[in-house]
């Protein structure tokens, strides 16, 4: 194994458990290879049922179905006790168990084994990161639904996890919400932390991101985002992108047009500051 | 008929355990027929309130609402508020999350269900279901598949259908974009088109300004429980083109605008060029001007100039938040976590004085067989109660309904056969047993409140940790008890849910506490459904976070501690309950 590898997939298949015998099902996952590195930004990208938060609980060692293959983690993440990698679900109600942050947070140390004299500094520390520090004790009930996902969040920074597994956080989630709570994981990031952010919004993609698109349970993509987007190669002139359905952000539409007129740009932008930035400097 | 939307000084408040709070209103302000307006604000404005609100889901506390010249609610025969047959039959309704919330076993009775209130012939219903379901692109083979089995986009899709076919004046759609693909979503902006043109009319909450700005005729943003004056959609997206959270094509121009380069447009019909008309306008500036410098190219701007002084707003919107996180971050460093620690959790009463003082009292209250010692213990509860009696506040409807329930059983209890009278003796007896149950409820109530699941947690690992050795598993039924608290609240709001919906497609016009009993039957399978689902869900979620492994070793984070105001807490509930035992010995 590489030595900035965090953890890496071989081979893997997952099915899901069934009840007959011979009836064989339909494959969730089909024989994926997927290495993810120390510090690294994940998009993950699929349509519903597409396999992306199987995927996800497989990388953080949960039984997602009947899997076959090799799921190799770095010693890193094997010397961890408790969780190796933390999700942070869609749904902000779903995880959080204490009557406020601070006592989810003692509770999800707890659980995971941490050392008691330290819970309540780590516990303090991660809320400070998320900025929710003034809300410790609040009410639950009170929270605003990105609040919670910040608390959440904070519960995967308190037990020290070294990847953060984020399955559509911001689904369910207000645009400013949304913003702010994705702004706080890419601060996280730059500090060193690596993120697998399963996203359906395509407009979070930022340049340089590594983007794994997968359709019925297999990789169709792993590369840059840019290469996402890229109508040039294969013949065709259809990107990733479009082959899979999805709807390009209007940045990148506008890129594509230019293309067709004969503009290239420098680079592919993927927000208006930097098309603006790029059309400026051509 | 129909007509306009007219709210007057609308307000509606909620039931809580610190007293009635205000979640929307007062709300003035009207929604024009023929006219698509969209509800914007942050989550929690009370946006989908203000729905339910006209749709009659929500009682008024004060003020009127009106469609046309009809009030939404009138006093019925009894003097009790019903809603008004008429505005309810001409308004749709869909809630948030209308997937998996289906009552009926098929697609096509799932139709019926929602066409009921309307009394229409069999051919007509027929004719209805084909049209709404062609609408928003589902295959007719799918009328006799189970709802429960279509894929979340189709579910999406049927809720829609179910709305459209009743063929409302009036829409109100609570986020219809969420969960639906780019194809679900076009089609959706065709059926608003159509409804439109029809004369139909829309108030559409929702974050998609992307996809739905450009179909609409006004905005109308909700901030904290009010309505603020709706302004054309042209308007406000000149006004909103730097947000953060605004289209991405507003955001794209007013970048563009920035670094001094200006669109023309020829249409000022739509609110933002197409991405193939900005990369025309584009081009034509690469190849007019090639060694030029873009920022002096093209003069003539048809954008509104606000847009510049706003940009300069976005850049620093994003530094400050930025900056922000490094405040807080350079705070902790200097002073460590002053206030938080995991001694600001001890502050309030140990549960097990709280239980253990609750017990005594209970018990001496079960004690008592006349009626002086009720009394006592009634006035007892009174003094322990009055200052917790905010937490009573959201039970008083069953605690009226329990007592009602006492004194029928007692009067019951008093009837005699042979000869037929009335035992005065017997009801006494029944009355007394039921009184004492009744304040030792009392007294249970707040409770709850009073302690939070970790707390319990803890009282129990710490009473029985030393059953541990026998290989008792006290932390796993410790953490169970933490987890049903975390449950019980859910079975109350997952049941009023379903039955908003079901009171919403079946068009009651009673008001929403009281559910009709017709409608009872249809709402508990999907109600069980949904809460072996979000049992589920809690599961999944207790995984991902590594709460619950059977490997794992818990620890403790922190440990409850004997205080001395809980000692007097138990001496007080001592000493009152040898008072009442020598109440009920003495007199």
Redesign the interface.
């Known amino acids: 194994m590489k030595t900035n590898l965090l953890l890496q997939l071989t081979g893997v298949t997952v099915r899901p458990f069934s009840a007959a015998e011979q009836e064989e099902l339909v494959a969730i996952l089909k024989n994926i290879h997927l290495g993810v590195e120390q510090g690294e930004w994940i998009a993950l990208i699929g349509r519903n049922g597409s396999g992306k938060s199987t995927l996800l609980k497989l990388i953080a060692g949960f039984q997602a179905g009947e899997a076959s293959g090799y799921l190799d983690w770095s010693d890193v993440l094997t010397a961890r006790i408790g969780i190796k990698a933390p999700i942070v679900m869609q749904q902000p109600e779903a995880s959080m168990v204490g009557a406020t942050p601070l006592e989810d947070l003692i509770i999800m140390l707890e659980q995971n084994g941490v050392k008691g004299e330290l819970i309540a500094e780590q516990a303090a520390h991660a809320l400070v990161r998320t900025g929710m520090l003034k809300h410790a004790h609040q009410p639950v009930g009170t929270l605003s639904g990105g609040q919670k996902q910040r608390v959440a969040i904070a519960g995967c920074l308190a037990v020290e996890a070294p990847i953060l597994l984020m399955d559509e956080p911001t689904a369910m989630l207000d645009p400013e919400a949304a913003i702010h709570v994705h702004e706080i994981v890419r601060e996280l990031n730059r500090s060193g932390i690596a993120v697998i952010w399963i996203t359906q919004k395509l407009d979070e993609l930022r340049e340089g991101d590594r983007v794994i698109a997968l359709e019925h349970g297999e990789i169709v993509f792993n590369g840059a985002a840019e290469g996402f987007y890229d109508r040039s190669g294969g013949g065709a002139a259809e990107s990733v992108c479009e082959r899979l359905g999805f709807e390009a952000p209007y940045v990148v539409q506008t890129v594509w047009e230019l293309e067709k007129l004969g503009v290239q740009l420098t680079g592919l932008p993927l927000t208006p500051a930097a098309l603006a930035k790029a059309v400026h400097s051509r | 008929m129909s007509g306009n939307w007219t709210l007057e000084e609308a307000a509606v408040y909620a039931v809580t355990a610190s007293g009635n709070k205000r979640i929307i209103g007062p709300v003035d302000g009207s929604f024009r027929q023929g006219r698509i307006t969209l509800l914007a604000g942050?989550?929690?404005a009370g946006k989908s309130t203000l729905l339910e609100t006209m749709a009659g889901l929500r009682a008024l506390q004060s003020g009127s609402v009106a469609l046309g010249e009809s009030s939404l609610w009138e006093k019925g025969k009894r003097g009790k508020m019903r809603l008004n047959r008429s505005v309810l039959l001409d308004t749709g309704i869909s809630l948030q999350h209308s997937e998996a919330q289906w009552f009926a076993p098929k697609v096509s009775e799932e139709f019926r269900f929602s066409l009921k209130p309307y009394k229409l012939p069999e051919v007509e219903q027929e004719e209805r279901i084909r049209k709404a379901m062609k609408a928003t692109g589902l295959p007719l083979q799918l009328a006799d598949a189970d709802p429960w089995t279509l894929?979340?986009?189709q579910q999406r899709r049927l809720s829609l259908a179910c709305l459209l076919a009743c063929q409302p004046k009036w829409l109100l759609l609570d986020e219809p974009t969420?969960g639906l693909?780019?194809a679900g979503v076009s089609q959706l902006l065709d059926v608003l088109r159509v409804h439109r043109e029809a004369g139909g009319g829309a108030v559409i909450s929702t974050?998609d300004?992307?996809a739905l700005l450009p179909i609409a005729d006004e905005v109308a943003v909700m901030e904290d429980g009010l309505l603020l004056q709706a302004v054309p959609a042209a308007e406000w997206a000149a006004a909103h083109a730097s947000d953060?959270?605004a289209?991405?094509?507003l955001?794209?121009l007013?970048?563009?605008q920035?670094?001094?380069?200006e669109i023309s447009r020829n249409s000022k019909a739509d609110l933002w060029p197409s991405?193939?008309e900005?990369?025309?306008a584009?081009?034509s500036q690469?190849v007019r001007h090639p060694h030029e410098e873009?920022q002096e190219v093209i003069p003539r701007s048809v954008q509104p100039a606000a847009a510049v002084g706003m940009g300069h707003q976005a850049s620093s919107d994003v530094f400050i938040?930025?900056h922000?996180?490094q405040h807080?971050?350079t705070?902790?460093g200097t002073s460590?976590?002053t206030g938080?620690?995991?001694a600001?959790?001890a502050s309030r009463f140990d549960p097990r004085a709280l239980i253990l003082s609750y017990v005594l009292l209970a018990a001496a209250i079960l004690m008592q067989g006349r009626w002086p010692g009720i009394a006592a213990a009634a006035l007892l509860t009174g003094v322990v109660l009055f200052p917790l009696r905010a937490q009573i506040r959201p039970w008083i409807k069953v605690i009226r309904a329990y007592s009602i329930m006492i004194a029928a059983i007692a009067f019951i209890a008093g009837i005699q056969l042979k000869p037929f009278g009335f035992e005065w003796t017997n009801a006494q007896f029944t009355l007394l047993r039921f009184s004492g149950l009744l304040l030792v409820m009392l007294l249970g109530l707040p409770m709850l409140a009073m302690v939070?699941?970790?707390r319990v947690?803890r009282a129990i690992e710490q009473t029985f940790g030393w059953l541990s050795r026998f290989k008792v598993p006290v932390s796993s039924a410790a953490?169970t008890v933490?987890?049903i608290f975390?449950f019980i609240p859910l079975l109350g709001s997952e049941w009023q849910r379903f039955a908003t919906i079901a009171h919403a497609r079946g068009k009651a016009t009673t008001q929403l506490g009281s559910l009709p009993v017709a409608m009872l039957f249809p709402v508990i399978i999907p109600y069980i459904r949904s809460l072996l689902r979000l049992a589920e869900?809690?599961a999944?979620?207790?995984?991902?976070?590594?709460?619950?492994?059977p490997n794992?070793?818990?620890?403790?984070?922190?440990v409850l501690q004997f205080t001395a105001r809980d000692a007097l807490l138990m001496l007080a509930a001592l000493l009152s309950a040898t008072l009442l035992i020598y109440v009920n010995t003495a007199v």
């Open positions: 942050a989550n929690g894929s979340g986009g969420s693909d780019t974050h300004l992307d953060g959270a289209p991405q094509a955001r794209v007013a970048e563009l920035r670094t001094g380069i991405s193939s900005l990369a025309r584009l081009a690469f873009v938040s930025e922000r996180l807080t971050v705070i902790s460590p976590y938080v620690s995991a600001g959790l939070t699941p970790l947690q953490l933490t987890l975390r869900q809690l999944d979620a207790l995984e991902a976070r590594g709460i619950g492994n794992g070793k818990p620890t403790r984070g922190f």
